[in-house]
């Protein structure tokens, strides 16, 4: 292929690479160096940044310095902080795809300012400088808002919320939250814990607590009971659920909430919710 695109001029080049996607133009660049100029040119990489990046880059927490869109969509592909920093953005490298994460201090969480309740801290894994940390409390709400004008379109998105579980950490596991992604009428629930599964403790607890197990679970809707799976910066996220983005502009509310179980409980540290792609693999 590369021999072939030798033969044309470099506009008439640099617009068939337009037409294929960010990681086609990095392969070309490596297969052919006398193409490079065409692949990595600004009317190529212009049509892999999303049609509003210059929205986006007003919305920045800094100002982001580049001297060519292919320069810009890779500072993009890391999450940089915008609307005041309680919100961060992505681009997925490979896909172009548009990617959010909404801060603890972006959602609604019910009593976060109370101080008996729960409190606001810093951990240096964090991309924001606050996370929330629950003390004690015996009902959790959490909903987290986004409009899909502010995704990509014709995408299937899932929305990831991102935990810690510090060692003190207790009643968490007591009663399955109920977790759920509404977009206009359809709302889509399910159940999750917020810790992640240990075999001997659940051994050990079903010995002893299994009838009160049994009883709490009727009490929240059926669900596959979704544990938290670690993330690649050392987080770990539980998966709320997931919507498609057509191209109506419509607000998507993603909510975890554990409001009958009537336990206290503690130790849990939120830093948001992402809301990304899904992947071949993940649908």
């Not at 294929?20 to 990095?26: G, P, V």
């Not at 990046?53 to 320069?71: D, G, V």
């Not at 993009?76 to 801060?103: A, E, T």
């Not at 669900?223 to 998507?252: A, T």
């Amino acid at each position: 292929m590369a021999t072939r695109l030798n033969m044309l001029p470099e506009d008439c080049v640099s617009t068939i690479v337009s037409l294929t996607s960010a990681a086609d133009a990095c392969r070309l660049m490596l297969a052919s160096s006398s193409l490079q100029s065409a692949a990595e040119s600004d009317m190529v990489w212009s049509r892999f940044l999303p049609f509003d990046h210059s929205a986006i880059l007003s919305r920045t927490h800094s100002q982001i310095n580049f001297s060519s869109k292919k320069e810009l969509y890779f500072k993009l592909c890391d999450s940089v902080l915008i609307d005041g920093g309680i919100r961060s953005f992505s681009l997925n490298k490979i896909s172009g795809k548009k990617c959010f994460v909404l801060s603890a201090r972006a959602l609604s969480i019910s009593f976060s300012n109370e101080p008996n309740h729960w409190t606001w801290t810093t951990r240096s894994s964090s991309r924001f400088s606050e996370v929330i940390e629950l003390k004690s409390i015996s009902n959790i709400e959490i909903e987290g808002r986004i409009n899909t004008q502010d995704l990509s379109p014709n995408t299937t998105y899932g929305a990831y919320l991102i935990i810690h579980v510090s060692d003190r950490a207790f009643g968490l596991d007591s009663i399955a939250s109920e977790i759920s992604v509404s977009k206009d009428e359809c709302l889509v629930s399910n159940t999750a814990y917020l810790c992640p599964l240990d075999e001997r403790k659940k051994q050990f607890e079903s010995l002893l607590f299994l009838n009160r197990r049994r009883m709490m679970e009727k009490l929240v809707v059926e669900g596959e009971g979704r544990r938290p799976n670690k993330r690649e910066d050392g987080w770990m996220e539980i998966e709320l659920g997931e919507f498609f983005v057509g191209e109506k502009s419509e607000e998507v509310k993603m909510n975890l909430m554990e409001v009958k179980g009537h336990q206290l409980k503690g130790g849990l540290i939120i830093e948001g919710i992402e809301v990304r792609p899904k992947s071949c693999l993940d649908l």
